[in-house]
């Protein structure tokens, strides 16, 4: 493969983590890689998504320890926010970042073009204000935005999407969350966690829609009993804004009819999902093949229906999650180079929300099994019971697996694992292991747990499915 300064093996549109992941990898490789990003490299997840807000909920978390330090015999004033400090330490942490992986792209001797690109065919990307790059391979990978919702304007002060909460000096006293997803419960959760009063709308029957109805009903409690208010089954109306407030109307199906109701505000947060950024991606005349919802069409080996020409990460309809992404890309570069990669099993992929409590899981819930006409054991254990989870304080929660039953009656593959408690998210690693290497009960519960620890729950479920169990 040649290369000369506008030419390159692989030329990739996008730098968030599909699109720098596929450069570092291929980089690698050794290929000769050019990463065009209109913005800075990170893209949304680090500076305007998932670095971001999983600091403010750190900030959140040390706020909660604080205000209850005196259930450790440890003597503090009422503990107050200064949102500005939290912001200027967000903005350090996404700096340093950023920083760092732009050096390690350079270290690679990445070639990073900064501007707004489109695929002109099949092996160039024209630069607006700089020219055309040609590439042996082009790679998609241009991410997503915000959705919002008719109606709802985003004016950064009364309608806000996550890009404006992450930018704000100073907290409102209440706010709306249109959206009971992921994102959703993540802003509602910290900003509970700071003192502002929090209602969650959500248009679907439960928080969470398609995480098991365990961890959601877990979650859905925890929220209640920390004061936030959670209305299911909503429709949204509209608002209608104020001097200083903003009164948002919705409707709901109760026993004696619809109802209308309405909830004034200091700031509404909508969090309905993302869309892909497929528009003006590509010019009309090479045909680039995109569905009705605006995401690229690929196979399983993330190739689009152009030659030479592959997308991956927010761009394509599969689950809009960083490490996917990652995942994506190296399936992308390893196809380029000719190794026949596996494709990512998408049925199989780690999944994290970092609300409190938090939850994390993989593989199948127990409806998901059930409707796929699997024949299934259930365990559950409960951190109620865990001996680390007493001692930090953090007891609410469950873990919960998933398998197959033999003929026997025993125990066979496990198909889910889903947690939801005091660091699921970190917790969730054997639990991933064990989906995807079709690991069975009677194979994990061979491992021995430290004790104390909370991952000592996820042993004794998985040990109870064998008939066996010690404390459950």
């Not at 593989?363 to 796929?372: H, I, K, P, T, Y």
């Not at 033999?406 to 690693?429: F, M, Q, R």
Request: proline content about 3%; some cysteine.
């Amino acid at each position: 493969m040649t290369t000369s300064s506008k030419t390159f093996d692989v030329v990739i549109l996008g730098g968030g983590p599909a699109g720098y992941g596929a450069a570092l990898y291929g980089a690698s490789a050794g290929l000769s890689i050019a990463l065009v990003e209109a913005s800075k490299v990170g893209g949304t997840c680090l500076h305007k998504g998932c670095v971001p807000a999983k600091e403010f909920l750190e900030t959140a978390a040390i706020y909660r320890s604080v205000s209850n330090a005196k259930t450790f015999g440890i003597e503090t004033s009422k503990p107050k926010i200064d949102f500005s400090i939290s912001q200027a330490r967000k903005q350090k942490v996404v700096d340093q970042l950023w920083k760092g992986l732009t050096g390690l792209l350079r270290k690679r001797k990445v070639t990073i073009i900064q501007g707004r690109g489109y695929l002109k065919n099949s092996n160039t990307v024209e630069v607006e204000g700089y020219g055309q790059l040609e590439g042996n391979y082009i790679i998609l990978a241009t991410g997503s935005d915000v959705r919002t919702l008719d109606g709802f304007e985003v004016d950064g002060r009364f309608v806000m999407t996550s890009d404006e909460v992450l930018s704000l000096e100073t907290l409102p006293s209440s706010v709306a969350v249109i959206g009971g997803g992921a994102i959703g419960c993540e802003f509602a959760s910290m900003m509970s966690d700071l003192g502002v009063k929090v209602t969650i709308l959500e248009a679907l029957p439960q928080l969470l829609t398609g995480v098991d109805a365990d961890v959601a009903q877990v979650l859905d409690r925890s929220f209640k009993k920390r004061g936030i208010e959670v209305k299911t089954g909503v429709r949204i109306q509209g608002h209608i804004p104020g001097a200083s407030t903003t009164k948002i109307s919705f409707s709901s199906n109760e026993t004696d009819g619809e109802k209308l109701h309405t909830l004034e505000v200091d700031t509404i947060i909508v969090s309905v999902g993302r869309k892909p950024n497929s528009e003006k991606i590509a010019s009309d005349q090479i045909g680039l093949e995109i569905d009705d919802r605006g995401f690229v069409v690929v196979d399983n080996k993330m190739r689009t229906n152009l030659e030479n020409v592959y997308a991956i990460g927010d761009l394509v309809p599969t689950a809009q999650l960083a490490h996917v992404g990652f995942a994506e890309a190296i399936v992308a570069i390893k196809e380029i180079l000719k190794e026949d990669p596996l494709p990512v099993n998408y049925s199989a992929v780690p999944w994290c929300i970092y609300s409190h409590p938090e939850v994390a899981f993989v593989g199948l819930s127990e409806d998901q099994a059930r409707n796929l006409g699997h024949d299934i054991l259930v365990s559950k254990h409960r951190f109620a019971g865990n001996s680390r989870a007493l001692i930090i304080g953090e007891s609410e929660g469950l873990v919960k697996v998933i398998s197959e039953r033999n003929y026997d009656g025993s125990a066979g593959k496990i198909l889910g694992v889903h947690l939801v408690g005091p660091w699921a998210t970190e917790l969730l690693g054997q639990g991933y292991l064990a989906v995807n290497w079709e690991a069975t009960p009677e194979e994990v519960s061979n491992f021995i747990q430290p004790h104390p620890t909370l991952s000592e729950a996820f042993g004794e479920t998985v040990m109870s499915l064998t008939g066996r169990g010690l404390h459950g």
